[in-house]
């Protein structure tokens, strides 16, 4: 049953996914591509490889049959990548490797192909790329996607519900071995310089020391956390580390850099600095975990299959009113929409005064510090 009566002329659009994949790509496409067909008959083009199958030309037509039986299916059947940025895209010249801007290739790939609007399906890099595309005129719609829960502009992000699944249950298999072996079990997890995934799964996973990017931490405190622990007859502890967090006056640790990503630092490494440091000054048998791709990949949860449906349905709602240039978001638990320009160059991180944080404290949980 439809409600949007206006259809703006559009007669086909264009999907993509771009960016680091997570789990509900797949029902948002298709959400995108039932609606699309159901709602208004409009024709549906799959671009492959995010951003790169527009400036490559590669697309494939996407039906009500090929986007069905991909609901409960990790990653996306459309591919992704993250190092196609058409505002700096890499392209060797005289043997050399320079950037170039080629976002009008991929404007006039658009036009040659018909396609009336594009929905670009993805974190903060691609909302920032598609955001400077609305600039340039093109009919563009985000849809937020991300484990890390960072984006700006959105409450929530799809495929950030099913990571923190992820977490806990593996936080629930270390509590066991940390148990038996009365050990300080140090797991290191995903989120960049947000510390979301940590926080919630932290909490719902009962971890004894959160380290969030947002709270540089003190080992000297964390250590004193986790003695104090075994020495009142809890002799495991389990501690929490966001990649991104670091000791105050200190620095993150960078495992890679991607030199033709447009966000090239790749966090890791803090988990080990952390194990090490309780090791060295309690005595205490430390041991480290890095949940690493494992909190990316599988079957999304029910919410983010609920969430991704919700969100694509809205992405072509406001292409059929015409309302480009915007991010479909969920604010307050309603399903809406900001501008796309309110992304760019922002990450949504949590901030001191946050629920969640005064919460974990009054059920003892330490955040590696002496106060907040
Ligand atoms: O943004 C999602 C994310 O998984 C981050 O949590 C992590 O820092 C990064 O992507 C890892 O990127 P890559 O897949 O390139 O190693």
Redesign the pocket.
Known sequence: MGIIMVDNNIERIGVLTA??D?PGLNAVIRSVTKTAIVEHGWDVIGIEDGFLGLIEGRTRQLTYDTVSGILSIGGTILGTS?KADPFAFAVEKGGKLIKEDVSQVLIDTCRDLDIDAVITIG?DGTQSIAGRLAERGMNIIGIPK???NDLAGTDVTFGFDTAVGIITDALDRIHTTAMSHHRAMVVEV???NAGWLALHAGIAGGGDVLLIPEIPFDIEEVCRVVDHRSRHGKRFSIIVVS?GARPAGGTQVVKRI?KD?ADPI???GIGKVVADGIQERTGIESRVTVLG?L??GGPPSSRDRVLGTLFGRKAIDLVAQGKFGRLVAEKGGEITSSPLADTIGKQRLVPRDHYLLDTAISVGTSFGVKEL
């Open positions: 960016g680091g997570c993250n974190g991300t484990i890390d995903m989120g960049r990649e991607v990503s790749r966090l890791g791709h909190q990316r």
